[in-house]
């Protein structure tokens, strides 16, 4: 049986949000270098790969309200800068694993997701599939995605991870190990900066006012947004991690299953 990780590079982790247009080079080689020890610790492992769009495409998505769809020429212009926004940020992530060596493909979501009144109602992973039998990793991303009922919206990562994960669970000769939501914060913490270990179905009332606390442009929704779509996700027997990238070899202890300070979603 394949194993399959989902690792999401969040967009503050892989560029600076206080700067439109803004990666960090350094960090994002970093991430990639862990992912290379990993895979030659564990050659079995796939990978899927998404990376946020930090302050790439979500500066362009504020401008031009793209999330809410277009109905003039403008909004349509602005559609699709969002979507170019997108596409940079992933070619370079997808330019560093090439750098490393390793065999990694960009992957459009807005040519295989169509939603209507912002609820997808068409996917196609097929080739996305394909590519993880052939040990290729797929990197995909958040993306500006075609709306049947209003020109466009935002598909943010955590959606199409979450489309993903759902797909694949459905085939009886794939696992979904494990989502890891790599930031640049030790998890979901509380007001005192303590991280909360835990969060499950159970306990989301109890802790959802410590997830609405962003102070950078995400017109995706944020903390609060992440944990609802990897709780979703849990109801399938997939386990989310949330865990801090910055702080080097964090994911690479993960994927080999030694401890980090981290929130566990299940």
Known sequence: MKRVAFLKLGGSLITDKSKPYTSRPAVIKQIVQEIKEVLQLRPDLHLVVGNGAGSFAHQSAKKYGTTDGFN????????????NDAVILNRMIVEEFLKQGLPAVGFQPSATILSKNRVPFFQNFTALQAMIDQKIIP????????????GATIF????????????FHKIPDLKVESILSIGNYDGVTD???QVIPEITKDNLSAISKYLYNCQHVDVTGGMAAKVLELLAIAKYGIKSIIVNGAIKNNLKKVLLGEPVLATVIQ
């Open 191 to 193: 007001f005192n900066g």
């Open 139 to 150: 990197v995909v991303y958040g993306d500006a995605i075609v709306d049947v009922a209003i």
């Open 156 to 167: 943010s990562t955590d959606r199409v991870i979450e489309c993903l994960a759902k797909y």
């Open 72 to 83: 003039n020429d403008a909004g349509k212009y602005g559609y699709c800068v969002v979507q």
